[in-house]
């Protein structure tokens, strides 16, 4: 099995900085994509940001220029800087690893959540 824990999440005011972590353990033998979606009350959960194996990111229109995703291979854990936040940046933030299991295990490849950590924007 994966696990994985999140951290970093809490109350911030607007304009301030929080950094999330995700860190996955387990069955692991390579890790291809890391995500961060985050999902507001009354609203579905969406894509906030990536990074592939070899690096490269992509970003939600809402958050570039703030946010910066970046991934420690050695420690299997993905990070979310938050910069400049806005009150509509309050969420729960998941993230979301596609796991290589290695060949003892089928499916090889699966995807796995984090529990969430709330992020809340507000003075």
């Known amino acids: 099995q994966v696990q994985l824990v999140e951290s970093g999440g809490g109350l911030v005011q607007p304009g301030g900085s929080l950094r999330l972590s995700c860190a996955a353990s387990g069955s692991i033998f390579s890790i291809n994509a890391m995500d961060w979606h985050r999902q507001a009350p009354g609203k579905e959960r969406e894509l906030v940001a990536g990074i592939t194996g070899d690096g490269s990111t992509n970003y939600a229109d809402s958050v570039k220029g703030r946010f910066t995703i970046s991934r420690d291979n050695t420690k299997n854990t993905v990070y979310l800087q938050m910069n400049s936040l806005k009150p509509e940046d309050t969420a729960v933030y998941y993230c979301?690893?596609?796991?290589?299991?290695?060949?003892?295990?089928?499916?090889?490849?699966?995807?796995?959540w984090g529990q969430g950590t709330q992020v809340t924007v507000s003075s």
């Open positions: 979301n690893v596609v796991v290589d299991r290695g060949s003892r295990y089928w499916p090889r490849i699966r995807a796995y």
